[in-house]
């Protein structure tokens, strides 16, 4: 089992730059494919994010491709969200989830959630 615990939410203008963090337990991490997820108010939870156990892969929702960064350190069990040009529609709870995947078209693509964390707010004002 893989517990998940985010951090780095906050308030920023839109425009701003911001990291989120996920730190993670458990031995099955290095093996996992992570990534995040994002729920806005009155919306579907959405994917973001995700990672392949190695890092070589990753995949992202066409609505941040260009803007957000997911990376990993194995050694410390860690994920991570890069988020640049943060514009209000970024404003949601984002989670730190760890996938079943699989592989398409080259990409390691999800397929389903095995554990989420809590979530960190993120709140983008215009």
């Known amino acids: 089992q893989v517990q998940l615990v985010e951090s780095g939410g906050g308030l920023v203008q839109a425009g701003d730059s911001l990291r989120l963090s996920c730190a993670a337990s458990?031995?099955?991490?290095?093996?996992?494919?992570m990534g995040w997820l994002r729920q806005a108010p009155g919306k579907e939870r959405e994917f973001v994010a995700l990672i392949s156990p190695s890092g070589g892969s990753t995949n992202y929702a066409d609505s941040v491709k260009g803007r957000f960064t997911v990376s990993r350190d194995n050694g410390k069990n860690a994920v991570y969200l890069q988020m640049n040009s943060l514009s209000p529609e970024d404003t949601a709870v984002y989670y730190c989830a760890a996938f079943d995947y699989t592989y398409y078209s080259g990409y390691a693509a999800p397929r389903g959630i095995k554990y989420r964390g809590q979530g960190t707010q993120v709140t983008v004002s215009s």
């Open positions: 458990g031995r099955t991490f290095s093996s996992s494919a």
